[in-house]
T-cell receptor
């Protein structure tokens, strides 16, 4: 079945450091790929998305490119801020039997130190 | 426009009891999905409803059930509660015309089973 694997955390960085969170997926169809962010005590917020191969999603300085050949969707940011401290989830959505479901990775916690 | 709303915010139940969680999607959205997020893990898909019909079901026991009403709001019911049902329950809505499979999440209901 479909699955998402993302790098284990926590990831601890200093402010203005470069961020990469790795994500790979397994899917039988042609899924859409997402990164969600969850701040402490809150629900999930969509950070960025890509719906087909070679698409690049971007938002708030974060970027991720849908790589079909490597089945990857790595999240990057050039300069992190303390306010980026949160848990980041990679996810895929695909259609199945008239509906669809979203599969999430386990999440990667990011700590950014001032 | 209001986002996805869920009630109650927090809930404490005893093992063996039954619980009902409620969700109202974004106005105009006809699809609602439910997810269970155990502490420290990614959300797990429970159900998807579209136009009041079940369109997808995750790997959860029959103690979990849901329904969608004519106004597209939804209820998730869990019978015979177990300690392991303690989690954050997230509702997400999806509307026609939004980005492919892009879901909007509510803040969640935190259920504690003692």
């Amino acid at each position: 079945g479909d699955s998402v694997t993302q790098m284990e955390g926590p990831v601890t960085l200093s402010e203005e450091a470069f961020l990469t969170i790795n994500c790979t997926y397994t899917a039988t169809g042609y899924p859409s790929l997402f990164w969600y962010v969850q701040y402490p005590g809150e629900g999930l917020q969509l950070l960025l998305k890509a719906t087909k191969a070679d698409d690049k999603g971007s938002n708030k300085g974060f970027e991720a490119t849908y790589r079909k050949e490597t089945t990857s969707f790595h999240l990057e940011k050039g300069s992190v801020q303390v306010s980026d401290s949160a848990v980041y989830f990679c996810a895929l959505s695909d259609r199945n039997t008239g509906g669809f479901k979203t599969i999430f990775g386990a999440g990667t916690r990011l700590f950014v130190k001032a | 426009d209001a986002g996805v709303t869920q009630s109650p915010t927090h809930l404490i139940k005893t093992r063996g009891q039954q619980v009902t969680l409620r969700c109202s999607p974004i106005s105009g959205h006809k699809s609602v999905s439910w997810y269970q997020q155990v502490l420290g893990q990614g959300p797990q898909f429970i159900f998807q409803y579209y136009e009041k019909e079940e369109r997808g079901r995750g790997n959860f026991p029959d103690r979990f059930s849901a329904r969608q009403f004519p106004n597209y709001s939804s209820e998730l019911n869990v019978n015979a509660l177990l300690l392991g049902d303690s989690a954050l329950y997230l509702c997400a809505s999806l509307g026609a015309g939004t980005g492919r499979y892009e879901q909007y999440f509510g803040p969640g209901t935190r259920l504690t089973v003692t």
